[in-house]
């Protein structure tokens, strides 16, 4: 594939990175799974047994994705018995995990390339995405984008002297 990516030595390792390996991991044990979806940026897994179409169209969809997505797919027992068989997930990473919305994502649709990406797409962005490098031609294609830039303050509790209908200059 062409590179189209920044002209900086990190974007360029980035880049060779991922298409110095396959684009979807084979994982042969529930420890591979598991360290696999430790990244932070969304996993999508396979868990195959008997669908060879679904397999093949995944690696289809993971072949033209590989700059944006994490891909695994995996036949391993324990995994399918733990996950269930024949099927894709999305893995959320943990730190965009939250109340609103559930942390895995499940394919149900049929073995085409186009539907898979699609549904990745969907599933990794969640209802209000977070932009990156990686996800942000998928956000500017799916939905308009309005970009706020604040501090954001994690403590717990309010500071004093703002409240609803103020603004901090």
């Known amino acids: 594939a062409p590179y189209e990516g920044q002209r900086t030595a990190r974007d360029i390792v980035k880049f060779m990175k991922k298409h110095s390996t396959p684009s979807s991991t084979e994982l042969n044990s529930v420890e591979e799974l598991e360290q ?14 008997d669908d060879d179409r679904l397999l ?3 690696k289809k969809s993971a072949d033209v994705n590989r700059d944006s997505f994490h891909f695994a797919f995996t036949s391993h027992p324990a995994a399918l018995a733990k996950y ?6 999305v893995f959320q990473p943990k730190k965009l995990q939250n109340k609103f919305e559930e942390a895995t994502a499940t394919y149900s649709g049929d073995a085409r390339p186009a539907d898979i990406t699609q549904f990745v797409v969907d599933a ?3 209802k209000v995405g977070v932009m990156t490098e990686d996800t942000r031609a998928f956000i500017m294609k799916k ?5 706020v830039y604040f501090d954001l303050s994690l403590k717990v509790g309010l500071t004093p002297g703002v409240g609803k209908g103020t603004v901090r200059e």
Not at 36 to 49: G, M, S
Not at 84 to 89: A, F, H, S, W, Y
Not at 143 to 147: A, K
């Open 36 to 49: 696999f979806l430790t990244a932070d940026e969304p996993c999508v897994v396979a868990f195959h047994k």
């Open 56 to 58: 093949a169209a995944f």
């Open 84 to 89: 269930g068989e024949d099927k894709l997930v």
């Open 124 to 126: 990794a962005l969640g």
């Open 143 to 147: 939905r308009p984008v309005l970009t």
